[in-house]
T-cell receptor, first 112, second 112 residues
Framework: NAGVTQTPKFQVLKTGQSMTLQCAQD?????MYWYRQDPGMGLRLIYY???????DKGEVPNGYNVSRLNKREFSLRLESAAPSQTSVYFC???????????FGQGTRLTVV | GQQVMQIPQYQHVQEGEDFTTYCNSS?????IQWYKQRPGGHPVFLIQ?????EVKKQKRLTFQFGEAKKNSSLHITATQTTDVGTYFC????????????FGTGTRLLVSP
């Protein structure tokens, strides 16, 4: 049972480059989320998808776009990476009546 | 927007000592969840509190939800080295869809 799978685990980008972070869950969950984690800041919600076909902005959406490709997959795209986007990115999912959010292993992104 | 603050940011204890982290929300919550993140790992769900004044225990861990549903605490009795990690509270204002706002976290270090 894989749970929530994120790829890649590590990435280094140059300023201005673009990339897509992939996330897939195999728990048939309706809701999926992208968070970023910075030292001393906790986890901040970037975007979320309450159900397949819908996406919404979280606390810190600027510089990001998302796609809910199907019920399983939710990707996060950085169109023009900036050093301020250096962070650890976590994808998470939760079910319609599930109490908890399940997190992926994280993607450590460095923008130089 | 909704803000969730946690104190302290960091605590270093000797094994066997007790530990408490406090969580305060700027708005009334529908429920609150607690997560633990080991160094280099991802957040893992511990518990959810829903009712005003609720107290739940998991072995050495005691969780409380305030009467006004705006604050919560996690108390660990007789810490062990396996308790090392960062503890996050996550508040939710919605009664259905879980849109969690995470606290800033408390990092716990336990010395043997």
């Amino acid at each position: 049972n894989a749970g929530v799978t994120q790829t890649p685990k590590f990435q280094v980008l140059k300023t201005g480059q673009s990339m897509t972070l992939q996330c897939a869950q195999d728990m048939n969950h309706n809701s999926m989320y992208w968070y970023r984690q910075d030292p001393g800041m906790g986890l901040r919600l970037i975007y979320y998808s309450a159900s397949e076909g819908t996406t919404d902005k979280g606390e810190v959406p600027n510089g990001y776009n998302v796609s809910r490709l199907n019920k399983r997959e939710f990707s996060l795209r950085l169109e023009s990476a900036a050093p301020s986007q250096t962070s650890v990115y976590f994808c998470a999912s939760s079910g319609a009546r599930a109490v908890e959010a399940f997190f992926g292993q994280g993607t450590r992104l460095t923008v130089v | 927007g909704q803000q969730v603050m946690q104190i302290p940011q960091y605590q270093h204890v000797q094994e066997g000592e007790d530990f408490t982290t406090y969580c305060n929300s700027s708005t009334t919550l529908s429920n609150i969840q607690w997560y633990k993140q080991r160094p280099g790992g991802h957040p893992v769900f511990l518990i959810q509190l829903v009712k005003s004044g609720e107290v739940k225990k998991q072995k050495r861990l005691t969780f409380q939800f305030g009467e006004a549903k705006k604050n919560s605490s996690l108390h660990i009795t007789a810490t062990q080295t396996t308790d090392v990690g960062t503890y996050f509270c996550a508040g939710n204002r919605n009664t259905g869809f879980q849109k969690l706002v995470f606290g800033t976290g408390t990092r716990l270090l336990v010395s043997p």
